[in-house]
């Protein structure tokens, strides 16, 4: 079994799973059932700074989205930072670590946007013994309608500013985390860094609303015949939040910086395409609350199974090592030539391919008689809409024309790199010359 | 009564009296909510869908299991009816395995088709549970259609042409519309009295007049229908039974297999309808193991079905045959008859084993004994009570004999003799009396 062990900033943990800053991590009692059930770390759940504790709606809070079956795809929820009061949670976060030494525990922290704020919530945790803070910049509901959560998260010098602030006051490792409600993440990504963080998590929830009542014509999830967006997560946001992790990874302004990889993060394979992005390690929350805190022990079997495989020895081994062939479009090779190719012993016959090819793409599917579908070498523009749409995991792949052999669909034999840079129809390339 | 399945003779009550309502139970209890939402989940939309074409009424199975995803069943029913009004009947007894399910393309995948009649009667019992006819009658055109015989096929012509705004008037000689719906399914496939639910639900459409108890050729003759209607439609089934060409054939206890099925299905108490403690059942088909699997419902000790050929000639579905000998019944294949003996009433019938050689089948010179003292005959009906002028075709009424004059169901040639076949030979020549009668397909 491979060593899971992570060293994230300086905070230790024996695994890179730790739960993320939410629902699951808000009381000791449950704190203390996932560190049992085998999590190597917890961001728990976000304080608010002393006095009467935030109030939460009393109908439902969270939202969601199904695919075959209601396997749940997408979460989303209203719920605003911890409701108990802080000195509660500064006890429990104290008895815990003082029982799971070895696990990494880190407070998300959200306070109003003043220094004094931030100082008085500093020295209050560092009390705990606790790993490290978190700095929510992301939750985008309830809480930024306050000038807090994402309202920070959006405006890089106030992300800046406020980092600053911690790392003054405060000797813990801190970590910033992003909201993905911005139209370019690095710009924050940057800003936290310029404010001494010592890493940036992502990404926090996206704005949304799952679904409308057609009878009362009110968004879910409703309160009282009213609804607003909520922050959404879970496996539909995975894309997204991988895109942001591998842009702060290879910008080269915050190229090292250390990320804690968040979104729809469901099994050990999510886990290890966020590392190979460049995350060091990753935070869940919607797996944990839909299936319960035992689903990390196949994150956990997975990820082993998987570096065993490939020989690493370490997780270090694993991260970012995708992130060197993260690139922009114009330098994808345009004389890479690929067709698709329909394996016919393991077609079912559905025809899928055929009529999302024929009615919405390049018409490279041919249907022949019994049913047969054969891919038209001089349509296939090798799209992968067929592989997408096809039930039949690898029955349907892409496959490479070899160097000088000539495509049929162009009449040109496929030739060494050149990429958008190098196109005779560029202007800039023609420029160029 | 005392009596038990071991009770010698053709004898009711061999049972507990509870035990019935079980024995005839739904076969295949209805899907719920969310069952039906699971299993229309594993549906791939195909393009073409295979299923779609394997049905003989076309029905736009892909989209209506799309309708029950969407939680829309009342739209599904509609796609289902408007190519087989019937579409509730046969979500109950057409044999899937060997249709839609069979060519559904997940069954190719896995072995495990998506429950394509299950999802029908889901969808159709949603909407007659509503008491809902969602079709309407077209303007009248003041045509008026005979259709003879209340069966399937008759009673989806009657359907269409109604709705096209002919009125219809349909003649039936049983006392109860339904043909074969009625009388020849097996009781625990249409419980709590389905088929004449589904009569009544249909006949909503309006513009049909049910005539029962009239018979063809005695009441009334296709001369008199011609001339009084501007079109006639038969759907007279196949009322004739097949001899079996064995010796003592006529002994009390050997029956046709169809007449113990219809006396069953209208049996008011189960319990009531004798059966032997030793039956066998003679054919291959459908029929042939409904008798047999009901004779050991109602407790018969030892039901044994003998089927001439092979399994894989047998026309009942390997899921019929399954489901045969789940109950209890043992299938022997590759023997045929020689004689039923018996002194006074059948006591046992022997056998041959038989040969299928090019020349035919042939009898070996090995022969067994099963006891009997009910020998059901279940070997196939044919064509009886053709109205003199029409010229029979392989045994069966062409489609279209004569100018006004239409045909269709299992008395008429084309297709597998199946409800669903029935429905949608039914329904075409509606289609075509209505281009007839009016002059164009609108």
């Known amino acids: 079994m491979a060593n899971l062990a992570s060293n994230f900033i300086g905070i230790k943990s024996p695994n890179p799973f730790w739960l993320a800053s939410a629902p699951p991590t808000d009381k000791e009692v449950n704190v203390r059932r996932a560190f049992e059930a085998g999590w190597g770390g917890v961001v728990w759940k976000t304080l608010g700074s002393e006095g009467p504790p935030v109030v939460n709606v009393n109908g439902p809070r969270y939202g969601a989205i199904w695919g075959a079956d209601r396997r749940l795809l997408g979460l989303n929820n209203i719920e605003l930072i911890t409701d108990r009061p802080l000195e509660v949670n500064l006890r429990e976060i104290k008895s815990v670590k003082r029982d799971y030494p070895d696990r990494a525990l880190i407070i998300s922290l959200m306070v109003p946007c003043d220094e004094d704020s931030w100082k008085d919530i500093l020295s209050r945790i560092e009390d705990t013994g606790a790993d490290g803070v978190e700095l929510n910049f992301g939750c985008p509901h309830g809480m930024a309608e306050r000038g807090m959560g994402s309202a920070v998260g959006q405006v890089p010098e106030y992300i800046e500013m406020v980092t600053r602030w911690v790392k003054k006051h405060s000797r813990m490792p801190c970590i910033v985390k992003l909201t993905p409600n911005i139209t370019d993440v690095r710009k924050p990504a940057e800003a936290a860094k310029r404010g001494g963080a010592d890493a940036v998590s992502l990404i926090n929830t996206i704005n949304s609303i799952t679904s409308v009542d057609l009878d009362d014509f009110a968004p879910e999830p409703t309160i009282d015949g009213k609804g607003t967006h909520g922050g959404y997560c879970g496996p539909a946001v995975k894309p997204i939040a991988l895109n942001m992790v591998a842009e702060i990874a290879r910008n080269p302004v915050t190229a090292g910086l250390p990320i804690s990889g968040i979104g729809g993060v469901t099994t050990w394979r999510d886990a290890a395409e966020f590392m190979a992005l460049g995350a060091g390690n990753v935070q869940v929350c919607t797996a944990a609350m839909t299936y319960g805190f035992k689903v990390v022990q196949e994150m956990i079997s997975g990820l082993s199974d998987y570096m065993d495989r490939k020989g690493f020895t370490s997780t270090a081994d694993l991260v970012g090592r995708a992130v060197p062939n993260v690139t922009d479009w114009q330098f994808l090779n345009l004389n890479y030539v690929t067709k698709a190719h329909i394996d016919q012993d393991a077609c079912i016959k559905c025809g899928r391919c055929y009529i999302a090819c024929e009615d919405t793409s390049h018409q490279a599917i041919e249907m022949g008689p019994g049913r047969t579908f054969t891919v038209k070498d001089e349509e296939c523009v090798a799209c992968n809409l067929c592989v997408n749409v096809c039930p039949v995991e690898n029955c349907i792949t892409m496959v490479e024309m070899p160097k000088g052999k000539v495509d049929p669909r162009t009449g040109v034999p496929v030739g060494d790199y050149a990429n958008w840079t190098m196109h005779p129809n560029n202007p800039s390339s023609q420029a160029a010359e | ?416 003799d199946l409800t669903v076949t029935a429905v949608a030979e039914g329904r075409d020549a509606a289609e075509e009396i209505h281009v007839a009668l009016m002059g164009t397909a609108g």
């Open chain 2, 1 to 416: 009564m005392s009596n038990s399945q071991l009770t010698p003779g053709i004898v009711p009550a061999r049972l507990p009296a509870a035990t019935y309502a079980d024995n005839f139970a739904d076969h295949e209890p209805p899907f719920d909510v969310h069952e039906a939402r699971v299993a229309a989940d594993r549906c791939y939309f195909c393009h073409d869908a295979p299923c779609m074409t394997a049905c003989p009424t076309s029905i736009d199975i892909p989209l209506f299991i799309r309708q029950i995803a969407t939680g829309t069943p009342d739209a599904a029913a509609k796609t289902i009816l408007s190519q087989n009004i019937l579409g509730g009947m046969c979500a109950r007894v057409c044999p899937t395995e060997t249709l839609c399910e069979e060519a559904c393309v997940r069954e190719t995948a896995e072995g495990k088709p998506v429950e394509i009649g299950r999802l029908q009667r889901y969808a159709t019992d949603v909407l007659m549970a509503k008491g809902v006819h969602p079709f309407t009658r077209a303007a009248a055109t003041g045509k008026r259609v005979a259709v003879v015989g209340a069966g399937p096929s008759g009673l989806a012509c009657a359907h269409r042409l109604a709705m096209k705004g002919h009125d219809v008037t349909v003649l039936e000689r049983r006392p109860k519309p339904g043909g074969l719906n009625e009388y020849g399914i097996a009781t625990y496939k249409a419980t709590d009295d389905f088929a004449q639910r589904e009569v009544e639900w249909l006949l909503k459409i309006g513009g049909i007049t049910v005539k029962n108890g009239v018979t063809l050729g005695k009441d009334v003759v296709l001369a008199d229908l011609m001339a009084d209607y501007d079109a006639v439609f038969l759907g007279i089934g196949l009322a004739g039974v097949n001899a079996l060409r064995a010796a003592g054939e006529d002994l009390p206890g050997v029956q046709n297999a169809v007449d113990f099925i219809a006396d069953l299905r209208q049996a008011e108490d189960r319990a009531a309808v004798p059966v032997g403690r030793d039956v066998v059942v003679i054919g291959g088909g459908m029929t042939a193991v409904d008798a047999a699997v009901q004779s050991k419902l109602l407790g018969a000790e030892n039901v044994t079905i003998v089927y001439r050929r092979g399994r894989d000639k047998m026309s009942a579905s390997g899921y019929e045959q399954e489901h045969a000998t789940q109950t209890g019944v043992r299938i022997i294949y590759g023997a045929a008859p020689v004689r039923v003996t018996g002194t006074g009433k059948a006591e046992a019938v022997e056998f041959a084993y038989t040969e299928d050689t090019p020349e035919g089948l042939k009898l070996k010179s090995e022969t067994f004994t099963l006891k009997a003292d009910q020998v059901f005959k279940a070997i196939g009906q044919t064509l009886a009570g053709v109205p003199d002028g029409i010229t029979i075709a392989a045994g069966k009424l062409p489609r279209n004999p004569a100018p006004k004059l239409w045909c269709g169901g299992d008395c008429a040639l084309g297709g597998e």
